[in-house]
């Protein structure tokens, strides 16, 4: 089955994203790409979250943690981020080489383009505008270890086209600016209409196809996280509110002066 074989030009650029969840076979953040930094993650209930800025552009880095190659699927806002179907686990996704990261920019047009994620209002998400809002806010990785064949079977195999991708250029991480912080949310506590993620500009993002036979018909591995504004996450009290301000009274009670204390 025909896969797709992430650039690993990509790997030592990538390297430093961070992770916002640390699984057993590989990592996954979410970057803000109007900042350059990983976004920060808070849990509730089990659950992962990421405040998301509307307007922004964002990427989900994913890192395999494993000596062998690993299929990755995508799913944002239950729509597989490869193909635009309704997101399924049996789906095409992104091969990683052993050790290696990728930064997901945004929906897959062809073999060389995306179109950006970004952080949207609702009615302007993808999901939306294809008539599939239900599940919008969230964001899935599933993970499939590579079926290998017997040690005395791959002596004389053929190398990985995937390590041919590593002559591409990628060009998703040059408008990365400086890391900066989150401005105040001086509405922190009011509940803003939910977010989803936008179909945006295109953009370069070479790949090529690769083979892959997974071990197992289902996952090894699940990684799931949720994003919404940050003055919604502050609202269901997954990111603490602001400390609150005591104004002075001036009439808190008592009836005559009482002496100061010596």
């Given at each position: 089955?025909?896969?797709?074989?992430?650039?690993?030009?990509?790997?030592?650029?990538?390297?430093?994203?961070?992770?916002?969840?640390?699984?057993?076979?590989?990592?996954?953040?979410?970057?803000?790409?109007?900042?350059?930094?990983?976004?920060?993650?808070?849990?509730?209930?089990?659950?992962?979250?990421?405040?998301?800025?509307?307007?922004?552009?964002?990427?989900?880095?994913?890192?395999?943690?494993?000596?062998?190659?690993?299929?990755?699927?995508?799913?944002?806002?239950?729509?597989?981020?490869?193909?635009?179907?309704?997101?399924?686990?049996?789906?095409?996704?992104?091969?990683?080489?052993?050790?290696?990261?990728?930064?997901?920019?945004?929906?897959?047009?062809?073999?060389?383009?995306?179109?950006?994620?970004?952080?949207?209002?609702?009615?302007?998400?993808?999901?939306?505008?294809?008539?599939?809002?239900?599940?919008?806010?969230?964001?899935?990785?599933?993970?499939?270890?590579?079926?290998?064949?017997?040690?005395?079977?791959?002596?004389?195999?053929?190398?990985?086209?995937?390590?041919?991708?590593?002559?591409?250029?990628?060009?998703?991480?040059?408008?990365?600016?400086?890391?900066?912080?989150?401005?105040?949310?001086?509405?922190?506590?009011?509940?803003?209409?939910?977010?989803?993620?936008?179909?945006?500009?295109?953009?370069?993002?070479?790949?090529?196809?690769?083979?892959?036979?997974r071990a197992t018909s289902h996952p090894a591995e699940t990684i799931t996280v949720y994003y919404d504004t940050r003055a919604n996450l502050v609202a269901r009290g997954v990111i603490p509110g602001p400390t609150p301000?005591?104004?002075?009274?001036?009439?808190?009670?008592?009836?005559?002066?009482?002496?100061?204390?010596?």
């Open positions: 089955m025909k896969r797709f074989a992430a650039s690993l030009a990509a790997c030592a650029l990538l390297a430093t994203a961070g992770a916002a969840s640390a699984g057993q076979l590989i990592d996954v953040a979410v970057i803000d790409r109007s900042t350059g930094q990983r976004i920060q993650v808070y849990q509730q209930d089990g659950r992962l979250y990421v405040p998301g800025a509307p307007g922004n552009r964002y990427a989900v880095s994913i890192t395999n943690k494993t000596s062998g190659r690993v299929l990755t699927v995508l799913s944002v806002d239950g729509i597989n981020a490869v193909t635009g179907d309704t997101a399924s686990t049996d789906q095409a996704g992104y091969v990683l080489g052993p050790y290696q990261s990728f930064e997901i920019n945004g929906w897959r047009k062809s073999l060389n383009e995306v179109a950006a994620f970004y952080f949207t209002q609702l009615p302007d998400s993808y999901a939306a505008r294809t008539n599939r809002p239900d599940n919008v806010g969230v964001i899935g990785v599933t993970v499939f270890r590579e079926s290998v064949p017997p040690r005395a079977a791959i002596t004389r195999a053929p190398r990985a086209r995937a390590d041919g991708a590593a002559r591409e250029a990628d060009s998703r991480t040059a408008d990365a600016a400086a890391p900066s912080a989150l401005p105040a949310e001086p509405q922190a506590l009011r509940r803003q209409e939910k977010i989803g993620t936008g179909h945006g500009e295109r953009e370069r993002s070479d790949v090529a196809y690769t083979d892959f036979r301000v005591v104004e002075p009274n001036p009439f808190p009670g008592g009836r005559f002066v009482p002496d100061p204390r010596t």
